[in-house]
T-cell receptor, first 113, second 110 residues
Framework: DAGITQSPRHKVTETGTPVTLRCHQT?????MYWYRQDPGHGLRLIHY???????DKGEVSDGYSVSRSKTEDFLLTLESATSSQTSVYFC????????????FGDGTRLSIL | QQQVKQSPQSLIVQKGGISIINCAYE??????FPWYQQFPGKGPALLIA?????SEKKEGRFTISFNKSAKQFSLHIMDSQPGDSATYFC?????????FGTGTRLQVFP
């Protein structure tokens, strides 16, 4: 498996609380991505990064923010979690631009009550 | 708005049979079409990928067929095995963004 670690792997929290998910890579890949996976929707891109401090929005970015201060770390923050953000979140990395293979972490299961 | 449509949602195949999953797209700017395999509790893993200048790509028991004029592509799994039971996602690249289909849950019975 590509060197991708997501933390935490599971989290239960309450509506209105802030939540931060972390993705750490040891591959020195330039691109990093955050997806959410929901039944009937497949995986949908939330945000992605193409370098340190360089990020862009994906398909479902509302309610989420990201930060990348180091090549190896990409953080996803839910400023005020809502029940609609209950999902499984996946981080992915790719060596270069988006048409290179993306390698995924094993996900974070987030439940917001 | 689903830019990549995948069917069927679920598929049951006998061991040794052929599994076929179909995808269709609208955006002619897509230039890379990967397939991912996902087992429960794990992240998707790249299985095989194709670019639109090729009509077919084969890797072992897995083959992608690509029809550029029809804007369709499909995954064929020959001699399907119980270990192939997983969820399969087609995808397409739009600039730097990967757009996924909704997934097909494949079950292969002995």
């Amino acid at each position: 498996d590509a060197g991708i670690t997501q933390s935490p792997r599971h989290k239960v929290t309450e509506t209105g609380t802030p939540v931060t998910l972390r993705c750490h890579q040891t591959e020195n890949h330039r691109y990093m991505y955050w997806y959410r996976q929901d039944p009937g929707h497949g995986l949908r891109l939330i945000h992605y990064s193409y370098g340190v401090k360089d990020t862009d929005k994906g398909e479902v970015s509302d309610g989420y923010s990201v930060s990348r201060s180091k090549t190896e770390d990409f953080l996803l923050t839910l400023e005020s979690a809502t029940s609609s953000q209950t999902s499984v979140y996946f981080c992915a990395i790719s060596l270069d631009r988006g048409d290179q293979p993306q390698h995924f972490g094993d996900g974070t299961r987030l439940s917001i009550l | 708005q689903q830019q990549v449509k995948q069917s069927p949602q679920s598929l049951i195949v006998q061991k040794g049979g052929i599994s076929i999953i179909n995808c269709a797209y609208e955006n002619t700017a897509f230039d890379y079409f990967p397939w991912y395999q996902q087992f429960p509790g794990k992240g998707p893993a790249l299985l095989i990928a194709i670019r639109p200048d090729v009509s077919e790509k084969k890797e072992g028991r897995f083959t992608i067929s690509f029809n550029k004029s029809a804007k369709q592509f499909s995954l064929h799994i020959m001699d399907s095995q119980p270990g192939d039971s997983a969820t399969y996602f087609c995808a397409a690249i739009n600039t730097d963004k990967l757009i996924f289909g909704t997934g097909t849950r494949l079950q292969v019975f002995p």
